[in-house]
């Protein structure tokens, strides 16, 4: 495969991964990081800091958009719960594997 094929096919597989959160508002990101290591806000950082690896300077809160399709506040308020007991226990035993 060549490099131009790759990097469209990670690019489409990354926009899925986001319209797959933007859809799942269920999925906390607590959830996210007790399982997987990372949450949206590890995604918006890490499109953030690749976007200035390149020259372009993306703000946080733009970036957070991006991922979560629309504002880090109005996101919070829709859909953050307060995380149970059960979680934040896994969190602080799993914490050293956030990205």
Not at 53 to 82: L, N
Request: proline share 2%.
């Amino acid at each position: 495969m060549d490099d131009k094929n790759r990097t469209e096919l990670e690019a489409a597989a990354f926009r899925r991964l986001v319209a797959h959160l933007q859809q799942r508002t269920d999925v906390q990101n607590i959830d996210l990081m007790n399982l997987a290591g990372f949450c949206r806000n590890c995604l918006s950082r890490w499109y953030r800091e690749e976007a200035g690896t390149r020259g372009i300077e993306i703000a946080d809160p733009k970036a957070r958009e991006i991922v979560y399709g629309m504002p880090y506040e109005e996101w919070k308020t829709k859909y953050q719960k307060e995380a149970s007991g059960e979680q934040k226990k896994a969190y602080d035993k799993a914490q050293h594997k956030h990205g």
